[in-house]
Structures are given as C-alpha cells and as structure tokens.
C-alpha cells in the first residue's frame, strides 16, 4: 500500500483529489495539507511515500525550496498544477518533484502513476 500526503490551499480541490484517491484499495491517503509550511510539517511526521502537491500555493514565496526537499526523505514528490509550460516545470523540480501533473488531466495521470510507482517497490 501507498501511503499518501495530499497538499492543495483549495478544499474543494483536496476533497476531489480525496475521492479520486479513495478508488484505489493500494493508496491510503495518511494527511490533507494546505499550505506548503503545513505540507512540510505533516511530511516529517508522517513520512508518506508520495506527496501530492500543488506547485502554486498561497504561501509558496515564504518557503524555501530547500526546506521542502529537506523534508522528502525517501519520499516521491508528485506536484501538480493547472499551467504545465517551462517556467512551471523548472519551479516543481526546484522543489525536487519527480513530475508535474496537469490538474485538468490529473484523473487520467495520477493513479496511473501511483500504480506504475507500488509495482516499482513490489519488485
């Protein structure tokens, strides 16, 4: 089983990608965050698998990137957002995400990825 963290400043965002998750017996969704402080916090202690987050949050400028990447230890960042061009992708990787998903195709990308990444730890 997958263990998930959840971050996104909107909660009716949270709650869609919630039941989305909810479809899948293999991911357990262990926290919701919104904001990234609150996201680097219920990471340490949690210690999920995947966070997935939003690269755009209203607190984005007040975190560092490196306080981020500080706290994925063996953790895969998934970040998402609505804007997928070069500027955003060179943001979600500074804070050590291993893909940017598009929101508007985040039902057809995210389970997919998150099955492809507990077949990965199965072997």
Known sequence: MISVLLADD?????KAISELLKDDANVR??????SFRETIDLTVEFCPDVVVMD???S????????????SLVDCYL??????????????AKSFGAVTLLDKTKLA??????LR????????
Do not use: C, N
């Open 10 to 14: 909107h909660q009716f965002v949270r």
């Open 108 to 113: 057809s990308e995210l389970l997919p990825f």
């Open 78 to 91: 998934l970040a998402m957002s609505l804007w997928t061009d070069e500027e955003t992708k060179v943001l």
């Open 55 to 57: 690269i755009h949050m």
């Open 116 to 123: 492809r990444y507990a077949q990965s730890r199965a072997h």
């Open 29 to 34: 969704l262990v926290a919701e965050a919104g």
């Open 59 to 70: 607190d984005e400028r007040k975190v560092k990137a490196s306080d981020l990447k500080s």
